[in-house]
C-alpha cells in the first residue's frame, strides 16, 4: 500500500508461518483487514488453513503470495526468520512493512537494518504462548491482554510504528516499546531461564513418579514440553544473557542447598521468606 498512512481495515497481511503464534495471529486479525496471506512449508497446515477460513489465501512459496502484501509478519523461530530476512529481497520486489514475531531480537533487528530501503522493518514480540505448538492448537484469544513488544530500528517509519499498533489493538494485546539490547536480557531470565529450569526438572525425575505427579510439577515443569528446535535457536541466539541468568539462578540454589546442608533452618526461613515476597513483587 503506498503513501504515509496504514489502515488495517484496507490492507492485505501476509503471515510466514502458521504455527501456534502466527495462526492465532491470523485467527485474531481474521475479519479486521482486507486479505489474509498464509505462508508455510508443510502442506497439511496450509490445508488446515485454508478448509477452517483462518486465512484467504495460503502457499509454501512466499514468492507467490509476498509481492501481494502491505506488511509481511515473520513468524517462525529464530534462525528461520533470519534466514527469511535474509532471502525477503527475492520473494518480493515490491515495497512493504516487515515485522517479526521472533523470541530474541538483537540479531533480528541487525538483519532487518541490512534490508532494501524498500522495506519499512520493525522488530516484534508478544510475550504469550503455549507449550503446543502447530496451527491446531492455535487461539484466536491468545494475544488478548499479553504484552507485545517493539524494537524499532532508526530508518522504522511512523508508519510501521502505526501499522504494529493497529494490530496490537486488534488482537486485544498492550504494546510497549523495548530496545533489542534490553529485551534480550530481560528475556533471558523471564522466558528463556524458565524453560531451562522447567527442562532441568523434568531430567532430574525419575519415571517411577508418574503416578504420584500433581499439579506443582505439572505447572513447575510444563515448559519443558516446548519443541527443542524452536528453544535452541532462541538460546543460541541469546546465549551469554542466558549464560548470566543461569549463573545467577545457580548462586541462588547453591545458597539454599548450603543452608539445608548446614541444618540451618533459621536461614533458609529467611530465603524462603524473601522468596516469596520477591514473586509477590514480580507477579
Known amino acids: 500500500m503506498n503513501g504515509s498512512n496504514f489502515t488495517l481495515a484496507d490492507s492485505k497481511i501476509a503471515i510466514i508461518g502458521l504455527g501456534l503464534m502466527g495462526g492465532s495471529l491470523a485467527l485474531g486479525l481474521r475479519g479486521k483487514c482486507a486479505a489474509l496471506y498464509g505462508i508455510d512449508p508443510h502442506p497439511a497446515t496450509l490445508e488446515l488453513a485454508l478448509s477452517q477460513h483462518i486465512v484467504d489465501y495460503a502457499d509454501s512459496d512466499p514468492a507467490k503470495l509476498l509481492p501481494e502484501a502491505d506488511l509481511v509478519i515473520l513468524s517462525a523461530p529464530v534462525p528461520a526468520i533470519l534466514t527469511l530476512l535474509e532471502n525477503l529481497p527475492a520473494f518480493t520486489p515490491n515495497p512493504c512493512i516487515v515485522m517479526d514475531l521472533g523470541s530474541t531480537k538483537r540479531l533480528i533487528v541487525e538483519s532487518m537494518s541490512r534490508l532494501p530501503e524498500r522495506f519499512d522493518p520493525i522488530g516484534g514480540h508478544p510475550i504469550c504462548g503455549k507449550e503446543k505448538l502447530s496451527l491446531a492448537n492455535a487461539e484466536r484469544t491468545l494475544y488478548y491482554a499479553a504484552p507485545f513488544l517493539l524494537t524499532l530500528l532508526e530508518r522504522t517509519s511512523a508508519r510501521a510504528i502505526s501499522a504494529a499498533n493497529q494490530i496490537i ?115
Request: hydrophobic content about 45%; proline content about 3%.
Open 169 to 283: 489493538e486488534a488482537l486485544g494485546a498492550k504494546g510497549k516499546i523495548l530496545d533489542a539490547v534490553e529485551h534480550d536480557r530481560i528475556l533471558a531470565s523471564t522466558s528463556h531461564l524458565p524453560f531451562l529450569i522447567s527442562s532441568a526438572l523434568a531430567l532430574a525425575t525419575s519415571n517411577d513418579v508418574t503416578p504420584f505427579v500433581g499439579p506443582g510439577f505439572k505447572s513447575t515443569s510444563r515448559l519443558a514440553g516446548t519443541s527443542s528446535s524452536m528453544m535452541l535457536g532462541v538460546l543460541q541466539s541469546n546465549r551469554e544473557n542466558v549464560l548470566n541468568a543461569l549463573r545467577e539462578m545457580q548462586d541462588q540454589l547453591a545458597e539454599i542447598e548450603a543452608a539445608l546442608a548446614a541444618e540451618d533452618f533459621s536461614k533458609l526461613e529467611s530465603l524462603l521468606k524473601e522468596s516469596q515476597s520477591k514473586y509477590q513483587t514480580l507477579v
